[in-house]
């Protein structure tokens, strides 16, 4: 007996034709493709991309941390904008910094290639946090900070920030 059916074989189910359907199958919505659009056309090396960032990363007062991590957010892609985005929204209300007058400055020391990594870098920053209206950070000495930095290059050919992962 022969036949163009092969009898016995799983079906497959249909593919739900709607995103409800699909979502009432799966119980998931797909959610938009995050932006990989920047407000800049980047830097011209993967470390002035890391140096530029991590300067205004780091400097910082109450009135500006929330402007000054959108802005940031803006000019990087991945999981450093999320990071950013969601920074800037937590900042924004927050009444004890801006009641504190907290600041932050600092240098960035060196940023390095991290070895057998594909466009990572190790940022190393040395910063000091002071407040106008608070005793707690009085006397506070400067800290070290490393931080590993992760870059994309755009199409336009520019380097941004794709990924900022503090580790001290």
């Given at each position: 007996m022969t036949g163009c059916a092969v009898l016995g074989s799983p079906s497959r189910p249909a593919t739900p034709r709607s995103a409800?359907?699909?979502?009432?199958?799966?119980?998931?919505?797909?959610?938009?493709r995050p932006s990989q659009t920047v407000a800049s056309p980047g830097a011209a090396t993967p470390e002035q991309a890391v140096r530029r960032f991590a300067g205004a990363y780091i400097n910082w007062t109450a009135e500006?941390?929330?402007?000054?991590?959108?802005?940031?957010?803006?000019?990087?892609?991945?999981?450093?904008?999320?990071?950013l985005q969601l920074a800037a929204a937590q900042t924004a209300g927050d009444y004890e910094l801006k009641r504190g007058g907290i600041a932050?400055?600092?240098?960035?020391?060196?940023?390095?290639?991290?070895?057998?990594?594909h466009n990572?870098?190790?940022?190393?920053?040395?910063?000091?946090t002071t407040a106008?209206?608070?005793?707690?950070?009085?006397?506070l000495r400067p800290a070290w900070h490393v931080?590993?930095?992760?870059?994309?290059?755009?199409?336009?050919?520019?380097w941004v920030l794709s990924g900022w992962q503090p580790e001290s």
């Open positions: 409800i359907s699909r979502a009432q199958t799966t119980h998931e919505l797909a959610a938009p500006s941390v929330g402007r000054d991590m959108t802005e940031l957010a803006s000019t990087s892609i991945g999981q450093a904008r999320s990071a932050n400055s600092g240098t960035v020391e060196a940023v390095a290639p991290l070895a057998a990594s990572q870098y190790v940022v190393v920053t040395r910063e000091s106008t209206a608070d005793a707690a950070y009085q006397g931080t590993i930095a992760t870059v994309a290059r755009l199409p336009s050919g520019g």
